[in-house]
């Protein structure tokens, strides 16, 4: 098989804006703290969602483009969850905030963890990601990586300077993509079940299958992960 350069492939969910920062969830993360031990909501975490909702309103859909729609999404519905709490009586409005501030922080959380799998991201840390994300046996990923338990073990280590290169780099770059998308609808164990389960749209065909020219694959195997979770959102 013909070796080719790093991979170019990109969708909606490699990258963060701006807008969700590490500094807010920090913040959202304190907010929820302040509300776990107070019985009403304190006046800091009012300000925190009324912050948060300025800048929102303020914000460019520019800042967007780059975001998972179904991340984003989720936060707006926490936003609105949260905003409508502070319209409510003071029982439902702890409430009401505490479960919008969460959703907003899983969303923010999300985008950030989502980072990891950027174009300027070096291919190894994307092995390390995978390793942390799916939490199986070495074994198990270097078959998913169609490679060898040797070789994901060099990947992994800091002190080895080897690294994904042509198939293997398009590989490694597809396959983190997809788990993107399916690791927040599935669990590791369904993930690799997706992967190794043939598809109806691929005419008997797992995408593990496809995953043996990933270059020519990669548009399908996005698009039927991305759909896998817009099925589960709906």
Not at 38 to 53: G, H, Q, T, Y
Not at 54 to 73: G, K, L
Not at 91 to 111: C, K, N, P, S, T
Not at 183 to 211: C, I, M, N
Request: cysteine-free; glycine content about 4%; charged content about 25%.
């Amino acid at each position: 098989m013909t070796q080719r350069p790093a991979p170019p492939v990109r969708d909606d969910a490699s990258s963060g804006a701006g807008y969700f920062s590490s500094e807010l969830l920090d913040s959202l993360e304190r907010a929820n703290q302040e509300l776990a031990v107070n019985a009403e909501a304190p006046d800091s975490v009012r300000k925190v969602v009324l912050a948060i909702a300025e800048r929102w309103a303020a914000s460019s859909d520019v800042e967007f483009d780059e975001i998972d729609p179904y991340v984003s999404n989720s936060f707006q519905r926490g936003l609105t969850t949260s905003l409508l709490g502070l319209r409510l009586a003071e029982r439902r409005e702890r409430r009401l905030l505490r479960l919008g501030i969460e959703q907003m922080r899983q969303a923010v959380r999300d985008v950030l963890e989502g980072q990891a799998i950027r174009d300027e991201v070096p291919l190894k840390e994307r092995v390390r990601w995978l390793a942390n994300v799916l939490h199986v046996p070495q074994a198990d990923l270097a078959e998913l990586l169609g490679t060898n338990q040797r070789q994901v073990q060099r990947w992994l280590s800091a002190s080895d300077p080897a690294a994904p290169k042509g198939d293997d780099a398009w590989r490694v770059d597809l396959v983190t993509r997809v788990v993107n998308h399916l690791r927040h609808v599935l669990t590791p164990q369904g993930v690799f079940y997706w992967f190794e389960s043939p598809h109806p749209d691929l005419k008997g065909e797992s995408p593990a299958d496809l995953l043996v020219d990933p270059s020519e694959h990669a548009a399908v195997l996005i698009r039927l992960a991305s759909g896998a979770r817009s099925h589960s959102a709906s």
